[in-house]
């Protein structure tokens, strides 16, 4: 390997990338006591790595048989606001360094909104509000065939089940919204639909169920389009439940 393709080689395993829940979180009453009697101390960090090793995706243990290699990311921080006040919150959000030696690999957006909602229902019953993710769109492969595949696992919602969402991405593409909107379209079958609104960076429409799921799905696509169409910096994400 050269010098130039080491440098590359660095750079990318230096980049991270976010994911956040945001939401209302309504602590169990007995998380308390049962936190007491076993003393344990939990936070969104100590449950975003249990779950991570748990899944496989990551782990803390540093032995030496334990190779990145076969992991989706290392851990870089987390944390969360759970303040019992009824607010919406950033509830939990988590930071790591995606692998970048498993080429065909998606970006992560899934398994990490996946550990941080066991983590924050392991806690407390969730609102759930919205997902924001910061991601390098430089490590996204070509994702086009499995994310039409997802489309018929969110075809199996109940109708009543179509929510109106929010969309939006900073910085803003170097292409008009309504190409994205179309993108978004055209990968999801038709499951999500789009349109442009007075603000630039915006876009409003409907998903076919509201779930944290869901919005990892549709900020999957968007990573996508973005990574189609020549986007490489980082970019970020955020599908939000359209309230008032």
């Known amino acids: ?5 080491e440098s590359a080689t660095e750079d990318a395993d230096s980049l991270t990338m976010t994911v956040e ?3 209302v979180l309504r602590r169990h ?3 308390g006591q049962v936190s007491v009697d076993h003393d344990l101390d939990e936070d969104v960090y100590s449950l975003a790595v249990k779950r991570a090793a748990a899944y496989g995706w990551s782990s803390t243990n540093l032995s030496p048989r334990r190779e990145f290699g076969a992991l989706r990311w290392e851990h870089a921080d987390a944390g969360g606001d ?4 009824g607010a919406v919150r950033q509830l939990a959000w988590l930071t790591v360094y995606p692998a970048t ?6 970006l992560p957006v899934l398994p990490m909104t996946q550990v941080l909602t066991d983590a924050l229902h392991r806690i407390g019953e969730v609102r759930f509000t919205g997902l924001r993710s910061r ?3 430089a490590l996204a492969p070509d994702t086009g065939f499995d994310l039409r595949g997802d489309a018929d696992w969110f075809a199996l919602c109940d109708p009543v089940a179509r929510t109106d969402i929010t969309l939006s991405v900073s910085p803003q593409p170097p292409f008009a919204a309504e190409q994205l909107a179309a993108q978004v379209v055209r990968l999801s ?3 999500v639909r789009l349109s442009p609104s007075p603000s630039p960076l915006l876009l409003q429409g409907t998903a076919p169920e509201w779930t944290p799921q869901a919005a990892a799905w549709i900020t999957e696509i968007v990573i996508d389009a973005l990574r189609a169409d020549g ?3 980082e970019t970020e994400i955020a599908v939000a439940l359209t309230t008032g």
């Not at 390997?1 to 393709?5: F, G, L, R, T």
């Not at 759970?82 to 006040?85: E, K, M, R, V």
Request: without cysteine.
């Open 189 to 191: 079958q038709g499951h």
């Open 82 to 85: 759970w303040s019992q006040d």
């Open 135 to 137: 991601v390098p769109v």
């Open 101 to 106: 030696d498993l080429p065909a690999q998606h």
């Open 231 to 233: 986007v490489r910096g």
């Open 29 to 31: 009453p007995w998380i």
């Open 1 to 5: 390997m050269n010098e130039e393709s």
């Open 21 to 23: 829940i945001h939401g």
